[in-house]
């Protein structure tokens, strides 16, 4: 098998026959390091390609690496594609918790909420196509991931939703579930429909509409300061 121009099939730069002396053999990039750049250049990839024209060719080359290299880090092009998504999944996850952690105000939170999302979808990474524009969703284990993210999202929400309301947790649970969707469907909509609203307006209108409906439960020791 061929190896990437330059590389030799372990991924690594061949010493130069016509250097004089001794040879030495370019030490090999970290493993940690090297699984990294696999991933930057399969995510640059799929998300301009979709998963099923994307070829492991394709990713090897733009890595800069050979095919053996690439399927020492990840045996099947799935595999690859499973990183990718949890590594998305998990993004999205973090910056919903920092988004929630970021004030104890109620419509803040909201805001903060909505503005996540709106900021996931619009990142220059394209992380968010994973998440919410995979061509893989009739495979089972992009669909148990996908609900699992959703789920993530949710119970956070709904664990803010516990604690302020006294809500049972099915209860909360189905509220923040909606919550997500609200933020979901509409910053797919927004990025798909080129973002000709300005995002802190977007955030703004959509924060509105899921805060006018989540006040409806009151606190349960009412506080007017976390409205």
Known sequence: ?????GTDVD?????DPTAGGSQTRATRMPRDQRRASL?????????????HAAAMDDI????????????QHFPSKLDLYLALLDASCDSLVDIVSDA????????????????????????ASGEFRFVFESDLTGDAAVQQRLWQVNSDIADLVAAVIVEDTALPPEQSKLLAISLVGIAQ???RYWVSSGMSIPIEEA???????????????PLTAYDPSRL
């Open 1 to 5: 098998m061929t190896s990437g121009a």
């Open 11 to 15: 991924g690594r730069v061949p010493a």
């Open 39 to 51: 991933l930057d250049a399969a995510n640059d990839v799929f998300t301009t390609r979709g998963y």
């Open 60 to 71: 090897a080359e733009a890595a800069g690496v050979s095919k053996p290299v690439l399927y």
């Open 100 to 123: 929630l952690a970021a004030t104890d105000h109620n419509a803040d939170r909201v805001t903060a909420t909505m503005s996540a999302f709106y900021e996931f979808v619009s990142s």
């Open 185 to 187: 469907v509409s910053a």
């Open 203 to 217: 955030t703004q209108l959509v924060s509105r509409l899921a805060w006018r409906g989540i006040r409806g439960f």
